[in-house]
């Protein structure tokens, strides 16, 4: 999806908050939840493209406004809620308030029927596709060129795993891109490496 | 006594949620309590820069370690006793030279190696890192302190899939003849992530 979360090359942003010893975590919370959803992985209760996928659901404003670990707990309760363990109202209650949680999913997709292995120096294209659900693609490669650099192990295809879709597992490929062919004449000269699978990818005669 | 129609209608704090959850895990028998217990102390004691630190002082003064580890990081890591969550299926480790430098990022989420590097500081989290560091690194980096000269070239790597990086610092020139421990003792979790240079 197209969501708020995608935010390779938005612009507007102001200076990163640095500071060299800066800490994971700030309250006793963060640490609470960033074990719950761990816990609720181990146990099988979702997998990691689900999580990811239940915090891009989030509504916009939600999302923006939220801390890192509170956009955790948003989606830890989201699915909780949606697969059964816990119903909202449950949690309402014994938070004494709201709980607010992500929006509703919308399809997922299993793997391209036009995959192609690729070798290190091919030149490839990101496909055009808008999708509903979850996607590893950011925004800011869609349809750009670039050379792919080398292959990883294969993993869950994320736009299909998010979704409880029959997939094959796939590699990725590390792509190269030039921040020129990224952002013309606005962005600064580097090179930009992309983990993108291979069902986002089409070759470049 | 209030109408417990109105309590409803203000969001819970995010400590009441937090609570709310850990207390509905523990009414289904899910001990939520051992397992917070036991990842916070794998946050203080585990997921720290330290780890990555000794893989990176080892590197420097081990050639043959320090090929196995840009040839098969998770393999290489391990050895050091460093595991990685199992669907961090591979770990690339990106050499910094004089003339090249790498930085890391996660536009979509927050994604890093934490088990390797420590767990991401706050700002790697913020959305101001997640949006600029793609498109303006040369600027990004100036403003956090990282003025890079105009011959280094930079290379970004966006985390958007489970493979794991980690960037492995230029050593020092002054650090000729150090020990493991006390190469060791000069890595930081922002060389690792490549917003430093040591």
Known sequence: MDGIHDLGGRQGFGKVRHSPTAEAFHEDWEKR????????????????????????????RHYLSASYY?????????????????????LEARAGGLFPLALPSAPGRTNSAQRERFAAGDRVRVTTDHVPGHVRMPAYIRGK???????????????????????????????RFSTSELWPNAADAAFVHVGVFQSYLQRLA | MSDPGLAFRST??????????????????????????????????????????????KAWTDPAFRQRLLASGRDAVA??????????????????????????????????????????PDWYKDL????????????????????????????????????????????????AGWSEDALASIVTKDAMIGVARL
Request: include cysteine; charge should be negative.
């Open chain 1, 33 to 60: 939840v960033n074990a719950l959803y761990s816990l609720a992985v181990r146990l099988g209760i979702f997998n990691m493209d689900e999580y990811r996928h239940a915090i891009e659901r989030m509504e916009p």
């Open chain 1, 70 to 90: 509170e956009r955790s707990l948003t989606s830890l309760a989201t699915l909780c809620v949606e697969k059964g363990i816990v119903p909202r109202e449950e």
């Open chain 1, 145 to 175: 060129t670039g050379v792919v650099v080398s292959e990883s192990p294969a993993y869950p295809f994320p736009d299909a795993h998010a979704h409880g879709v029959e997939a094959a597992d796939e590699p990725t490929y590390d792509v």
């Open chain 2, 12 to 57: 819970a704090s995010v400590e009441q949620r937090v609570d709310a959850i850990e207390a509905a895990f523990d009414a289904r028998g899910l001990e939520p309590a051992a397992f917070i217990d036991q990842a916070m102390r794998m946050a203080e004691e585990e997921w720290v820069p330290q780890r990555g630190a000794q893989v990176v002082a």
């Open chain 2, 79 to 120: 050895e050091l006793g460093i595991t990685m969550p199992r669907h961090h299926r591979h770990l690339v480790v990106l050499e910094n030279t004089p003339t090249l430098h790498n930085v890391i990022c996660c536009t979509l989420c927050s994604c890093t190696a934490f088990t390797v590097i420590g767990l991401p």
């Open chain 2, 128 to 175: 101001e890192y997640r949006a600029r560091v793609v498109r303006e690194s040369r600027t990004v980096l100036r403003e956090m302190g990282l003025d890079l000269p105009a011959d280094v070239e930079i290379r970004v790597w966006d985390t958007t899939a489970d493979t794991r990086y980690m960037v492995l610092p230029h050593r020092p020139p002054h650090t």
